[in-house]
């Protein structure tokens, strides 16, 4: 599929449940993981986004076996433009995911606490 997956648990923003969703990731250059809230090309952002948001500090990803915490940060910017390039290169559907709405589609990078 052009990616691997990740197993993404937040924390539900709404009701405090924990959640947890299987997300495709792309490494990055600094050991870290890319997410994209693309819900395939939806009107809106995933749910998990949100979940993110609402406690950045309860954020936890299930990598090859393994689970760690991880510290998320929303890219902007020449950041988050040089990674989508990065990402649309590795897995040319999310550029498909784009043009299917009119939000700009976050990327949001999970950086390991170990």
């Known amino acids: ?3 691997r997956a990740l197993v993404l648990t937040t924390t539900g923003a709404k009701t405090g ?3 947890t969703t299987p997300v495709g990731y792309f490494p990055d250059e600094d050991g870290s993981w890319l997410i994209v809230a693309s819900a395939n090309g939806a009107a809106g952002n ?3 986004y949100y979940n993110i948001g609402a406690h950045p500090d309860k ?3 299930e ?3 393994r689970t ?3 510290a998320p940060q929303q890219l902007r910017g020449p950041e ?3 990674a989508w390039k990065r990402i649309t290169a590795a897995a040319p559907r999310f550029a498909q995911y784009q043009k299917k709405t009119d939000r700009e ?8 606490q170990y």
């Open 105 to 112: 589609l976050p990327i949001i990078r999970l950086t390991p």
């Open 63 to 65: 990598v090859d076996g």
């Open 1 to 3: 599929m052009g990616f």
């Open 17 to 19: 449940a924990e959640r």
């Open 80 to 82: 988050r433009e040089a």
């Open 59 to 61: 954020v936890r990803a």
């Open 46 to 48: 995933p749910g998990w």
């Open 68 to 70: 760690v915490a991880v």
